[in-house]
């Protein structure tokens, strides 16, 4: 799957499964996403149920998360449902450099 990718970034949701919190995340992000005008299956997703040894890879200590990470390996992460959409939307805008 391709990952939104905007002056060398990347996104990757990582989630647990079909937990309500996970789907409100999912919501959350993808209304976000539309809205900016950014293509929603372009985010590389990770349920982290089905692989579970990534938590360790990503650093991840609670679900959902959502990670930006630039052409260096630099990563940022929002924890939560991503329902501060000021917030998120701000950390959408802040990938494009």
């Not at 985010?43 to 200590?61: A, C, K, N, S, W």
């Amino acid at each position: 799957m391709s990952q939104v990718q905007s002056a060398n970034t990347t996104l990757t949701l990582l989630v647990a499964g079909h937990a309500p919190r996970s789907e409100r995340a999912r919501a959350h992000l993808h209304a976000i996403l539309r809205e900016i005008g950014r293509d929603v299956e372009s985010v590389r997703e990770i349920d982290l149920l089905q692989e579970p040894l990534l938590t360790i890879e990503y650093g991840i200590f609670a679900t959902p998360a959502l990670i930006r990470e630039d052409a260096a390996g630099s990563r940022t992460i929002l924890y939560g449902e991503l329902s501060d959409t000021t917030g998120l939307r701000r950390f959408l805008l802040d990938s494009d450099g």
